[in-house]
Structure formats: C-alpha cells, structure tokens
C-alpha cells in the first residue's frame, strides 16, 4: 500500500483537527509531510508533537517570530529526534507544489487559502478542498487549472461530499448534461435562529450567533450558518464543482443534520447521504478513496434518531440565502463580491459592534454596488476582492 503524504493547510482549526484524528487512525496510509497554521502555535506545538511532519508553515508573522523564539522550539526538536524545518507565509506556495507532498487539504478559512490551494491544484496534488472561498472567488480559473493539471479536487465539505457520494462513479462536470441529474438539493440546519422569532432577531449577539445546535466550528463559519451565508457560498461552490447551472441547484432546511445533501435525477429516483454530523466522515471519504476506511464517528441510529424534518428555507428569515441565489446567475463576477462583503461584515460584528441586521445591509448594499464588474483574469478577481474589502470596510464604519 502506498502511503499519501499530507500537507495540511489550516491543521490547528475544525478540518485540520478532525483531519489528523482520521489519519491517526491510519499510520500505515498517511503520512503527515507538513502542518500549516496561522496564529495557534500551542495547538501547532502539540500536533507536531503527535504527528512528526517534516515541515512547519506558520502564517502569521507575528507568530512566526514567536515561535522562532520560544523555547519550545528546542523541546520539539528533542522530542522528535530532528528538527522540523519552519517556515513562514512567504514559503507556503511553494511547499503546496513540492514533490514530497502527494495530497493538500485545504482547510485555511477565507480568501487567504485560495492562493495555496490554487498553487497545489496547478501543480497537479490531490487536494481535499474544504476552502470554499477557493471555487467562490476563483471558481473558473480553480476548475481549468484543474483541467490543464489533472489534479484531483475532492470535495470535504459535509454537503458537497454527500453530492459527490451520490454521484455516479464517473461523473464528471464537464459532460455534466449527460448523467441524467435533476437537480442537486444542499440540506441547510437552519442554524441556531430557524424558530427564533423574525422580531429578536435585530438585537441578535455574536455568542448566540455562533451557538450551532449541531455543529462545532469557528466564529466564522458559524456565523455564516446562522445567516445562511454559508449555504450561499455553498450553491456557488456546487456551481463550479459540479458543473451544473443555478437552475438545478436548490436548499432545504433538515434541522437534524442527517441528510447531509441529495441528488435527483430525471427517472424519479432521489439519492441521499446520511451520517451523524461528524466532520470525520467526509474527511475519511475522500482520504481513503477509492477505499472505505473508519472515521471514528458515531454509528447512525435512525430508529433513536426516529424522525427526519425537511422544510423550505425562508428567504425573510435568511435574506443572505435570497442574496447568494441571485448571485448564482452571474457566479463568476457576483460570488466574489458576495464572499468578500460577507467575510468583513462578519468580521465586524464579530469583533467591531456591528449589528446583526447590517451583516445583510453590507453584502446586498455591495452586490448593487460591484453589479457591472467583469472577470476576465485571476488578478482581476483579486483586485475586485480588494475593493470589495475597502469598500465593505468604509461602509461598516459609517454604520457601526
């Protein structure tokens, strides 16, 4: 058995975690290469430990220097009987197309991790996409490196992968019209304000907001689950990733977190994946492909569980959903400006005493705004999410 070298990018939060418990479980297929973190250098400090890579990125240049600094440095290094090379932001790129690494995972939160992941997927990697801000903002020049490359992009994402599952096992997007699909339905929790009544909602905090009732996640991420915003980014992600039009790709509210995404085809038939939500399953899937390996999670038990509730999401309880849908029409141009405007209102609610409400107000205000714009080069599509950014930014100022 030939044992897959890992790099993994985003090690310290939810995926990279979940992650290298699953590969902890595998010594005799993985084989952790590299760990790539931003600011959580006891985490960092503890994974090196248990998982002996050869590689260190620390991406916060102020980490950095506190890491080259701390005596810990030394412990490690005594620890492990060598030393771990270290490395900074400046160096990442490159080591997601070095010749050691087999297969990427792709776990940094945001826009920072699309140029890592675009770089492992030009160079060829298997790469376990779990940055779905990497397909939002560069969907296009993401899915034709991966063409020119033959780079294998795997969804670990617990909707995309459920997609994936159902999927003939030679399915491609690119004869995407040819397969017989319906349409593809992403299941949506509905996050921790489904019930809560539409009146509350505008003086909602950022520690309920970030209180999911099935999930545990980031600040971020959790927030985007409660607006939906996630959902949208989600749809925008199917778009590229299957290569199916808006008009086929759809959300329904499950608030068990069972069915974690359908298929359905044009005979009738309706292909659903089910499992606890446990990040682990799909990060098992799609590292032991074309293998079934154990996870570690949870056994379903549907005669417990006993009852699976699906409902239609409502766009005025979750307008960021209505947002996302609109801009699904012109996914190359609007799905940047979309996850741009999002990722600094969330940001500054979070931390800078923007309210709730205004987490809409900003992306619908910068979809209006950013509306004309067009695409026709990767640095193009950065550039616009830099606008974007300073714009967003201005305008929470006036409103915060």
Sequence with gaps: MTVQSLLILGSTGTIGVNTLDVVARHPDRFKVYGLVAGRNIDRLYEQAEAHTPEVLVIADDDAYTRWLADERSAKLAKALGYTPTVLGQADLEQLCASPEVDTVVAAIVGAAGLRPTLKAVQAGKRVLLANKESLVLAGRFMIEAGRLSGAQLLPVDSEHNAIYQCLPSDYSAARAQTFGIERLVLTASGGPFRTKPLSELGVVTPAQAVAHPNWVMGPKISVDSATMANKGLELIEALWLFGLDHTRLSVLIHPQSIVHSLVEYKDGSMLAQLSCPDMRTPIAHVLGLPDRIASGSPR???????????????????????????????????????????????????????????????????????????????????????RVRAHAQAWGASHA
């Design 300 to 386: 379903l038990n549907l005669a417990q569980i006993a009852r699976l509730d699906f409902e239609e999401p409502d766009l005025n309880r979750f307008p960021m959903l209505g947002l996302a849908m609109d801009s699904l029409r012109k996914a190359d141009t609007l799905g940047p400006v979309f996850n741009a405007a999002n990722e600094v209102a969330v940001d500054l609610f979070l931390n800078r005493g923007l309210k709730y409400p205004d987490i809409v107000r900003m992306v619908g205000h910068c979809l209006e705004r950013f509306a004309g714009e067009t695409l026709q080069t990767l640095d193009e599509a950065f550039d616009l999410d830099q």
